[in-house]
């Protein structure tokens, strides 16, 4: 059973920054593909990006430039640097993977920017 748990959301001013971190266990995380995904307040959960077992990065257009995912291996981690940051970014962000054919997502973490 894969869990992936996140945490670093929060509160933030227009133009800041914020660190998520999502910590896997229960599969090989070398292996994993992760992504973060966000669920804006009324509208359907989007992709913002992804990062693959070799390392390559995808990203959503509306956060390039800005975000970067990145992971570390060595703690099962995956990290969403969002810099400058607007108040449309507001959204609950989800990590996701994929293991075996089967789906998994964390709990979500409330990201809010203030305008």
């Known amino acids: 059973q894969v869990q992936l748990v996140e945490s670093g959301g929060g509160l933030v001013q227009a133009g800041g920054s914020l660190r998520l971190s999502c910590v896997a266990s229960?599969?090989?995380?070398?292996?994993?593909?992760m992504d973060w995904y966000r669920q804006p307040p009324g509208k359907q959960r989007e992709l913002v990006a992804t990062?693959?077992?070799?390392?390559?990065?995808m990203y959503g257009d509306s956060v390039k430039g800005r975000f970067t995912i990145s992971r570390d291996n060595a703690k099962n981690t995956v990290y969403l640097q969002m810099n400058s940051l607007k108040p449309e970014d507001t959204a609950v962000y989800y990590c996701?993977?994929?293991?075996?054919?089967?789906?998994?997502w964390g709990q979500g973490t409330q990201v809010t920017v203030s305008s």
């Open positions: 990062i693959t077992s070799g390392g390559t990065t």
């Open positions: 229960g599969s090989i995380f070398s292996l994993n593909t």
């Open positions: 996701h993977t994929q293991w075996w054919g089967r789906d998994y």
